[in-house]
């Protein structure tokens, strides 16, 4: 089992920037492909962001690439989300995910462990 807690949410302007940050427990967490998605009320589960166990290799919706950069840590089983020049549309609840895998596919169903979420609002 993982357990995935993430942090880093809030309330910030158009324009403005926010790092969220995915603690990792459990299982051999550098062996994991980890990723970023979102939802935002009344729309589905998004993919935002991914990155392969090695860390060489990250995946963008075409929506905030160029914006968002995905990294990870494994020395502290950690993958963080810095997200600049957020937008209106980003706000939504995201979430980090896990799965026991090289590779880091888009799907919801792909990932195996989901954390609770975290809160950004994007203001005018």
């Known amino acids: 089992q993982v357990q995935l807690v993430e942090s880093g949410g809030g309330a910030v302007q158009a324009g403005g920037s926010l790092r969220l940050s995915c603690a990792a427990s459990?299982?051999?967490?550098?062996?994991?492909?980890m990723g970023w998605f979102r939802q935002a009320p009344g729309k589905d589960r998004e993919f935002v962001a991914g990155?392969?166990?090695?860390?060489?290799?990250?995946y963008y919706t075409d929506s905030v690439e160029g914006r968002f950069t995905i990294s990870r840590d494994n020395a502290k089983n950690a993958v963080y989300l810095q997200m600049n020049s957020l937008k209106l549309e980003d706000t939504a609840v995201y979430f980090c995910?896990?799965?026991?895998?090289?590779?880091?596919?888009?799907?919801?169903?792909?990932?195996?462990?989901w954390g609770q979420g975290t809160q950004v609002t994007v203001s005018s």
């Open positions: 995910a896990a799965v026991d895998y090289y590779y880091c596919s888009p799907s919801v169903s792909f990932f195996d462990y």
């Open positions: 459990g299982r051999t967490f550098s062996s994991y492909a």
């Open positions: 990155i392969r166990w090695s860390g060489e290799t990250t």
